[in-house]
C-alpha cells in the first residue's frame, strides 16, 4: 500500500507541476506582451513628440526667415506660400532620422501626406495665435 501511496503522490504532484507550469509560461507570456505594449507606446510617443516639435520649430523659422520678409514688401502671394511650403517640408524630412520617416510611414501608410498635414495645421495654429 505504501508504494501505491507513493505513486499516487507522484502523480499528483507531476500533474500539479505541469499546471503550475502552464500558469507560469501563461502568466510570463502575458508579462512579456505587456512590456512589448508599453514599448511599441513609448516608442510611438517619442518619434510622435520628436515630429510634432520638428515640424512645429521648421514652420516658425519658415515663418521667420522667409514669410515675415515677403509679407512686409507685400510679395507672400501663392507661389510664394507654396515656396515656403516646400522649404518647411524639406526642412522637416531632413531632421527626421530614416527611423522616424519608416515609422510614420509603418503608422500612417504615407509618411510625406502625414508630414504635410502636420505642417498644414501648424500653419494654421499659427495664424490663428496671431
Known amino acids: 500500500m505504501a508504494i501505491t501511496l507513493t505513486a499516487?503522490?507522484?502523480?499528483?504532484?507531476?500533474?500539479l507541476?505541469?499546471?503550475?507550469?502552464?500558469?507560469?509560461?501563461?502568466w510570463f507570456n502575458a508579462k512579456i506582451a505587456e512590456v512589448k505594449q508599453k514599448t511599441q507606446n513609448e516608442l510611438l510617443n517619442k518619434y510622435l513628440d520628436m515630429v510634432n516639435a520638428t515640424v512645429e520649430n521648421c514652420v516658425i523659422a519658415t515663418n521667420q526667415t522667409y514669410v515675415e520678409a515677403l509679407k512686409n514688401q507685400n510679395m507672400f502671394?501663392?507661389?510664394?506660400?507654396?515656396?515656403?511650403?516646400?522649404?518647411?517640408?524639406?526642412?522637416?524630412?531632413?531632421?527626421?532620422s530614416e527611423e522616424a520617416i519608416a515609422y510614420l510611414t509603418?503608422?500612417?501608410?504615407?509618411?510625406?501626406?502625414?508630414?504635410?498635414?502636420?505642417?498644414?495645421?501648424?500653419?494654421?495654429?499659427?495664424?490663428?495665435?496671431?
Open 8 to 15: 499516487a503522490l507522484e502523480m499528483f504532484l507531476t500533474a
Open 17 to 26: 507541476l505541469v499546471v503550475l507550469s502552464k500558469f507560469i509560461i501563461s
Open 77 to 96: 502671394d501663392a507661389e510664394a506660400q507654396k515656396e515656403a511650403f516646400k522649404k518647411t517640408f524639406e526642412a522637416v524630412k531632413s531632421l527626421l
Open 106 to 130: 509603418e503608422l500612417s501608410g504615407d509618411a510625406d501626406l502625414y508630414l504635410s498635414t502636420l505642417i498644414e495645421a501648424e500653419v494654421n495654429k499659427n495664424k490663428g495665435s496671431k
